[in-house]
Structures are given as C-alpha cells and as structure tokens.
Nanobody, 128 residues
Framework: EVQLVESGGGLVQAGGSLRLSCAAS????????MGWFRQAPGKEREGVSW????????SYTDSVKGRFTISRDNAKNTVYLQMNSLKPEDTALYFC?????????????????????WGQGTQVTVSS
C-alpha cells in the first residue's frame, strides 16, 4: 500500500520559513517523480513544485519561484519542500503526491490528475 505522510507545517509570521517533509512507502521511491500541491479554503488544489526521479530537475509555480526549494533524499524515501520568505498568500493545506508512472518526466507534472497517490496534508498558516 502506497503511503505518503507529510509533516513540518505550522503557524509562522510573514517572512518566516518552514521545511515540509514527506515520508514515502509502499513503492519504489527512486523511480517516481514527486510533487507538492496546496489547497486554500474555497480554492482548487494547485501545483507548487515538482522534482524528477531521473535527473534531479525541478519545477515551480511562478508565485513561489525564488522562495521555495524542493529536494529529495532517495536513501530516506523522503521529499522536502523548503519554504522561505513566506507570505500570507502561501497559507494552505500542503499535500505531497507521487506520480504513479515510472520516470514520467515533466508531462502534466503540476496538474492534479497526473498523480494517483496523496498524503493527508500538513497545514501552513502565515500571519501578516
């Protein structure tokens, strides 16, 4: 059974930092692209960041470029999202997701339908 467990969320002031972690199990972690998504109340889930299983390449939505960094540690089956210079607009429930296809690459990599496996989410709240 595929399991993704996020942690690291919390309440921070604008300008602060958080590091989210996602512990994965139940599949060959090294072979699958991973993504981070977020969903604010009343809004659709949106892609935040993506990291390749093949070459370490990454992608970010425009609103977080220069502030967020995604990384993965295959030895620990864990993907991270380092979030710096947080803004109130970043407030959301953050989800880790695993692409079900092996080494899919950057095809629909920031779209919800591309992912079959999701964590339970971790709440990030940024106060102004």
């Amino acid at each position: 059974e595929v399991q993704l467990v996020e942690s690291g969320g919390g309440l921070v002031q604008a300008g602060g930092s958080l590091r989210l972690s996602c512990a994965a199990s139940g599949f060959t972690f090294d072979d699958h692209d991973m993504g981070w998504f977020r969903q604010a109340p009343g809004k659709e889930r949106e892609g935040v960041s993506w990291i390749s299983s093949r070459d370490g390449s990454t992608s970010y939505t425009d609103s977080v470029k220069g502030r967020f960094t995604i990384s993965r540690d295959n030895a620990k089956n864990t993907v991270y999202l380092q979030m710096n210079s947080l803004k109130p607009e970043d407030t959301a429930l953050y989800f880790c997701a695993a692409d079900p296809r092996v080494h899919r690459g950057p095809y629909s990599h920031m779209l919800v339908p591309a992912y079959d496996y999701w964590g339970q989410g971790t709440q990030v709240t940024v106060s102004s």
